[in-house]
């Protein structure tokens, strides 16, 4: 028997795992493929963004309760998990503001990627997901985590980068989440207005406006029977998911008919491929 193919993903915060590519792990856990997730920072410093959840003994521990967030969300995935150990720098609401002295995002940039490489030769990923060099959204974590990926990716299988942290490996792929895009949000504006249904949406679609998107989507993973797990994994993370919330305003099987897909830019290859494609492993 061949070996299992691994995936790994790269994540900021503890819930970003849920919102970004868990249907695609999903489906690829139950196809037999090894997934670990690895997250950055603990979220201590996030939000809690469900009012339900905003309660003084919460706030006091949040670090333990986003914790065991993460591990519930871990196991509902099928996926393998674990911290790289560093501080949230939370979301400053000033961009001028200086961020938290020792936070992840003010790390330099080598330094803070040994601790990934370690990863990445330890579990030898065929295929690595990470976010694009905006963050997907300019969070200073999310644009520190794509800045250690793109570092790691291309240092793990060299032996002379970073001696000392495991046997050299070399992925073979590295992708950026294109999760958010507006053809997606478009889509089911339309598909609900469409039902009669109030559509969140159109704010966020007014957001694109002045934003091009900057990666077109070469990769599309059909996974819409896996939304189910994505929503259960989505609702785990309690402290930031809000059940009444944006995320569940459009019902799953609107979800599954108009956009059945997760969808990737494929930033690294270096086996052959053929774009447009619908598999991560592609040309492995």
């Known amino acids: 028997m061949s070996a299992p193919l691994r995936l790994m993903a790269v994540h900021a915060h503890p819930d970003d795992e849920s919102s970004k590519g868990a249907a695609t792990m999903a489906r690829y856990v139950a196809e037999g493929v090894e997934v670990l997730v690895v997250t950055c920072t603990g979220g201590e410093r996030g939000s809690i963004l469900n009012p339900k959840m905003d309660r003084p003994e919460i706030r006091a521990n949040i670090a333990e309760v ?25 979301l400053p609401e000033d961009e001028n503001e200086p961020l938290p002295e020792g936070c992840f995002a003010v790390q330099p940039v080598a330094e803070a990627a040994a601790r990934l490489v370690a990863e990445v030769r330890a579990f030898r990923p065929h295929v ?9 959204y300019p969070h200073p974590d999310h644009i520190m985590t794509n800045r250690i ?22 992925p073979l792929k590295l992708y950026y989440h294109m999760s958010f895009t507006r053809a ?31 990666w077109e ?23 930031q998911i809000d059940p009444d919330g944006t995320w569940f305003a459009c019902p799953r099987e609107i979800q599954q008919e ?27």
């Open 66 to 90: 986003r914790r065991q967030e993460m591990e519930e969300a871990r196991r509902i995935l099928g996926v393998r998990q674990t911290f790289l150990g560093f501080v949230d720098s939370g």
């Open 128 to 136: 690595i997901l990470t976010y694009d060099d905006d963050g997907g």
């Open 149 to 170: 990926s793109v570092l790691a990716f291309e240092a793990a299988g060299d032996p002379d980068r970073y001696p000392g942290l495991g046997e050299p490996w070399q």
């Open 184 to 214: 997606r949000f478009e889509a089911l504006h339309q598909a609900m207005t469409e039902r009669g249904l109030g559509s969140p949406y159109a704010d966020w679609i007014s957001r694109w406006e002045d934003r091009p998107q900057k």
């Open 217 to 239: 989507v070469t990769t599309r993973v059909p996974c819409a029977e896996y939304f189910e797990i994505r929503d259960r994994a989505l609702l785990a993370h309690a402290t």
């Open 258 to 284: 108009v956009w059945p897909t997760e969808d990737y830019h494929l930033a690294r290859s270096l086996v052959d491929t053929e774009l447009p494609e619908d598999d991560l492993f592609a040309g492995i």
